[in-house]
């Protein structure tokens, strides 16, 4: 569902600028400018208002949430680099990344290569329920679920870190979008995947 619905998304841009375009290489139009036009609900200059969003949550068929600082209260790559250690260093760079200073997959590296961690060491923090759910998070996604509503974790966070609070809130495995560790055959940090839709 996800990939169709950001491969539509693409497809509309690049038709939006073909269109302003007359199919020249050299678009008339950047590609913020091309999204506002093809998508202006996307690109409100005021506030939605509360009585908008329940009319949204109402009539979606699916609902995306970030994790980090929306459905739990922390920054899940800072509080783990603070577990092993080094949360100084890996709280600037999330800092930086969040700014847009430096491209994700750099920084998600450079986080990473800070942090080294290990898949004992991951499993330890986790059992530790060093992770904090947003206050009323649980029940919102409850009363989503018993709407029909389909709920999907969208986050450039962790698969190791969100699947348990995916259990938690009775979300499917297969509606987690993130990033995942990888681990060598010793449990030693090796990389991450770097061919997720997240990174």
């Not at 409100?44 to 929306?70: G, M």
């Not at 080294?116 to 060093?130: C, K, N, Q, S, Y």
């Not at 060598?184 to 997240?198: I, M, S, V, W």
Request: glycine content about 6%; proline content about 4%.
């Amino acid at each position: 569902w996800l990939t169709q619905f950001w491969s539509t998304r693409r497809r509309a841009t690049e038709s939006a600028l073909m269109l302003h375009t007359g199919g020249y290489a050299e678009p008339c139009l950047s590609v913020p400018d091309a999204m506002k036009a093809f998508f202006p609900s996307m690109f409100r200059s005021r506030p939605t208002s509360a009585e908008e969003a329940k009319k949204a949550l109402q009539n979606a068929d699916a609902v995306c949430f970030d994790v980090d600082s929306t459905v739990i209260v922390q920054e899940g790559i800072d509080v783990l680099a603070s577990f092993f250690g080094k949360y100084d260093e890996v709280a600037a760079l999330t800092k930086t990344a969040m700014e847009g200073g430096v491209e994700f997959q750099d920084a998600m590296a450079q986080r990473l290569e800070l942090v080294r961690p290990t898949a004992e060491g991951v499993r330890a923090f986790l059992e530790r329920d060093a992770l904090t759910l947003s206050p009323g998070v649980a029940q919102l996604v409850a009363r989503l679920h018993e709407l029909g509503k389909d709920v999907y974790l969208v986050s450039g966070g962790f698969t190791n870190m969100i699947e348990p609070l995916a259990e938690a809130l009775h979300i499917p495995k297969a509606n987690i979008f993130a990033n995942t560790i990888l681990f060598d055959e010793c449990g030693r940090y090796k990389d991450f995947d770097r061919l997720a839709y997240t990174s």
